[in-house]
């Protein structure tokens, strides 16, 4: 059974800056590509980065760019998502997705939610 599980979350004012981890457990295949995603209050869920395991493709949403990093610790078997200068903007629900491609991120984490203060 496939479990991710996010972790990093939380209160942070602007300017500051946060590391949101997310462990992954059960994957029956060895390389996977990997994404963040956030969902605002009273706004749909969009895409905040993805990458490719081997990281050649990595995309950013316009608003994170230069800002947001996305990475992985294959020891630890963990996506992490660094997130610096963040604006009241970033404030939502971040999740984790992983899959066999960036066109099927089929498993989902539980979301941690991260709220910016102005």
């Known amino acids: 059974q496939v479990q991710l599980g996010e972790s990093g979350g939380g209160l942070v004012q602007a300017g500051g800056s946060l590391r949101l981890s997310c462990t992954t457990s059960g994957l029956t295949f060895s390389t996977y590509a990997m994404g963040w995603f956030r969902q605002a209050p009273g706004k749909e869920r969009e895409l905040v980065a993805r990458r490719s395991w081997g990281g050649s493709v990595t995309q950013y949403a316009e608003s994170v760019k230069g800002r947001f990093t996305i990475s992985r610790d294959t020891a630890k078997n963990t996506v992490l998502l660094q997130m610096n200068s963040l604006i009241p903007e970033d404030t939502g629900v971040y999740y984790c997705?992983?899959?066999?491609?960036?066109?099927?991120?089929?498993?989902w984490g539980q979301g941690t939610q991260v709220t910016v203060s102005s």
């Open positions: 997705a992983v899959g066999p491609s960036l066109a099927r991120l089929d498993y």
